[in-house]
C-alpha cells in the first residue's frame, strides 16, 4: 500500500509562506496524479490543487487562485504545495492524496495523516 507523509506545517503570521511536502514511500509516484486537500475544523474537507502524472499543475477554489501552486519531484518521490500571502482562513489540516487515471477526481489510491497549518499573529 502507497505510504503518503505530509510535512511543513507550523505556525505562522497572516502574510506568512509555507511549503508542504508529500513523499511517498516503496512506492513511484510518477504514474499517478498528486492532489491537495485541506479540512478546517468542523468543516469537510476542501479540494486545493493536483498535479498530474504529466505535471499539469491545477488550482481549484478561489480562495487560493493566485497564492498556492503545486510542484512535484519524481526523482525524490515527492509532491509539493507553496502557500503564499497566507490568512486565517488557510488554518486547516492539510493532506495528499493519490489517484490514478487522468485527474484527481478519479478514486483515491492513498491519502497521508495530514500536516497542520495554524495561522496567527
Known amino acids: 500500500q502507497v505510504q503518503l507523509v505530509e510535512s511543513g506545517g507550523g505556525l505562522v503570521q497572516p502574510g506568512g509562506v509555507l511549503r508542504l511536502s508529500c513523499s511517498a514511500s516503496?512506492?513511484?509516484?510518477?504514474?499517478?496524479?498528486i492532489g491537495w486537500f485541506r479540512q478546517a475544523p468542523g468543516k469537510g474537507p476542501e479540494r486545493i490543487s493536483c498535479?498530474?502524472?504529466?505535471?499539469?499543475?491545477?488550482i481549484y477554489g478561489d480562495s487560493v487562485k493566485g497564492r498556492f501552486t503545486t510542484s512535484r519531484d519524481d526523482d525524490e518521490l515527492t509532491a509539493y504545495l507553496h502557500m503564499t500571502s497566507l490568512k486565517d482562513d488557510d488554518t486547516a489540516v492539510y493532506f495528499c492524496?493519490?489517484?490514478?487515471?487522468?485527474?484527481?477526481?478519479?478514486?483515491?489510491?492513498?491519502r497521508g495523516q495530514g500536516t497542520q497549518v495554524t495561522v496567527s499573529s
Open positions: 498535479i498530474t502524472s504529466r505535471n499539469d499543475a491545477i
Open positions: 516503496k512506492f513511484d509516484l510518477k504514474y499517478y496524479n
Open positions: 492524496t493519490v489517484h490514478p487515471g487522468d485527474d484527481c477526481y478519479d478514486r483515491i489510491v492513498s
